[in-house]
């Protein structure tokens, strides 16, 4: 029972220690994301605006004009 | 060129709306009903069998949460779906088609669900009280709405996933992966020849039953009343607003939050209980833990507020989702609070319980179905919402309802709780159980009197709803932002 006691607080501890960092690594990779250019995550806010058919996508599904293309191409 | 002739096909999401309408009606009629009951108990033989509070009372959790709560999130996720993919369920027949054949099956399940209830036929466990054949049909459903989702989803013009996109998509699986392993059970007549054809046990025993029994139930409150909800939040008050949500960062960081934690918290229904104590200790630490990703989301959706509060005073459908928000905010602090054990050992079973409930269904997810339905409303028939005064009306009577209720409940259970608890100076009791209902008696009436509140309020979106669809006053073109109200 003892044993079973101290396993649970290593793990306790460990996955304390765990979930701490991944949840402070998470909003670091966001904001550091940001500042090297890579994504710029607020832009995505819009989406739920500019939302009408004839707007332009905030970020072109390129599978889907690849796709489209080559349909064109083929007929 | 080619889009300039398509348009969004709100067929499906028109056809759910009105299902929302009609089973919220049912439902809170059927437990204010109830709620009357408990207060005057001689209302439970007016119907026989049929009208009693323990035949009644699964039937209006059933319909409230899988018939008008879900018909709403089927509703807005063809309706959400569909525009911030910016992609029409119509290019593609076979979409379409499902989502259509997901229509007819739920309606026909939720008929059965409601024959069956009524008739007595039932698993007994809370939340899962469907027979095998219906939790069949209930896999072919929801099979349905993934297949139409995904379908959207493959379909999108849009790469990017608006973050109610990854509501909707954590909703079906959250709901696939808890109901099927709640719901294994051995059909008897199959297995034993013993019993009716439809009739089942659960596949687990004891102990393990309870468990599995409150991860279910509990994560179907996460993956039914939370995280859908949030996905209609997130699209519907920043657009009838016309302000992009505060941080589409936080937005994210909430949702891992939530998907994380949520999943581990429901063993705090069953804290003082036979499952083991580092079980219910576990539940209380996530379910404290989970304060932060509902306020996460919450305090977002009021930030994206921001500079913009006049539409707070000028708008009922902003009043209706930024009280949605607080509603949410005050609900994911009771809840955690309550499982503290030390709070759990008065709270549990206590009416304050279902007080908790109410002021988050009520509050939080009946107010954004009703934001997000009367929002599309012009959108679906391209006319003025019939009456912005009604439903200025609505949302001050379902208000008062709700305060009733839940304010009613939380002195009724503490009341309570206080009284089974007081022992004399010889460590007697100090009540029998009949002088706390006694005491009772007048919260139970006010309990009853809020929910009575709360179906006027519904009978009035219903009659806004309708009047709208016929209205006169016919738009050129679907408003952008704020909907446009008639007075």
């Known amino acids: ?75 | 060129m080619q889009n300039a002739a398509l348009e969004y096909d709100y067929t499906v999401a028109k056809w759910f709306t009105y299902l929302a309408i009609i089973f919220g009606i049912v439902g809170m009629v059927i437990g204010t009903y109830i709620a009357f009951e408990l207060a005057f108990p001689g209302l439970n033989e007016l119907f026989g069998q049929y009208g009693t509070f323990s035949r009644l009372r699964p039937l209006h959790t059933n319909v409230v949460a899988f018939g008008f709560t879900l018909s709403g999130i089927f509703a807005t996720f063809y309706y959400v779906g569909q525009r911030t993919l910016k992609v029409s369920i119509a290019e593609s027949k076979f979409v379409h088609g499902v989502a259509k054949l997901h229509f007819w099956l739920y309606f026909i399940l939720a008929a059965c669900l409601v024959v069956s209830e009524l008739l007595g036929i039932t698993t007994s466990k809370e939340y899962a009280e469907m027979e095998w054949p219906m939790d069949v049909l209930t896999v072919v459903v929801w099979v349905l709405w993934g297949m139409a989702m995904f379908g959207l989803i493959g379909m999108r013009r849009e790469k990017t996933l608006y973050i109610s996109m990854w509501y909707y998509i954590a909703t079906f699986l959250g709901v696939a992966m808890l109901y099927l392993f709640n719901n294994m059970e051995v059909p008897t007549y199959l297995v034993t020849g013993m019993g009716k054809w439809y009739h089942s046990v659960s596949m687990y025993a004891g102990t393990n039953d309870a468990l599995v029994q409150w991860w279910y139930g509990h994560n179907a409150v996460a993956f039914v009343f939370t995280v859908p909800i949030i996905a209609m939040i997130y699209y519907y008050l920043p657009k009838e607003s016309g302000q992009p949500v505060f941080s589409y960062k936080l937005s994210l960081l909430s949702f891992w939050g939530l998907m994380f934690v949520y999943l581990w918290a429901g063993s705090h229904h069953l804290i003082y209980s036979t499952v083991p104590d580092w079980m219910q200790t576990m539940g209380s630490i996530f379910s404290v833990v989970l304060i932060l990703p509902s306020w996460g989301s919450a305090i977002n959706m009021l930030l994206t507020m921001k500079g913009e509060w006049n539409q707070l005073k000028e708008s009922p459908l902003i009043k209706f989702m930024v009280l949605a928000s607080t509603f949410y905010m005050l609900s994911t602090l009771e809840g955690p609070i309550q499982s503290i054990k030390s709070v759990n050992a008065l709270a549990h079973f206590t009416d304050w319980i279902p007080g908790h409930v109410h002021d988050g269904t009520l509050g939080w997810v009946a107010f954004m179905i009703i934001a997000g339905t009367l929002h599309m409303a012009p959108r679906f028939y391209k006319r003025e919402i019939y009456s912005k005064k009604l439903m200025e009306m609505q949302f001050w009577i379902q208000t008062t309802g709700i305060v009733l209720y839940f304010s009613s409940m939380w002195i009724a259970g503490i009341t309570q709780g206080m009284m089974w608890r007081a022992v004399d100076q010889y460590g007697n009791l100090a009540y029998s159980f009949i002088d706390t209902v006694t005491v009772l008696h007048p919260y139970y009436t006010i309990r009853g009197i809020g929910g009575f509140l709360f179906v006027i309020g519904l009978f009035m979106w219903a009659y806004n709803f309708f009047k709208t669809m016929t209205s006169d006053k016919v738009l050129d073109k679907e408003p952008a932002f704020a909907s446009p109200m008639g007075a």
């Open chain 1, 1 to 75: 029972m003892e044993a079973i006691r101290e396993w649970q607080a290593y793990a306790y501890f460990f996955f304390t220690v765990f979930l701490v960092v991944m949840l402070y690594g998470y909003i670091l990779h966001l904001y550091r994301a940001e500042k090297k250019g890579t994504r710029d995550y607020e832009k995505y806010g819009k989406l739920a605006l500019d939302d009408e058919l004839t707007d332009a996508p905030v970020e072109v599904n390129e599978t889907r004009e690849n796709e489209k293309n080559e349909n064109k191409e083929q007929s």
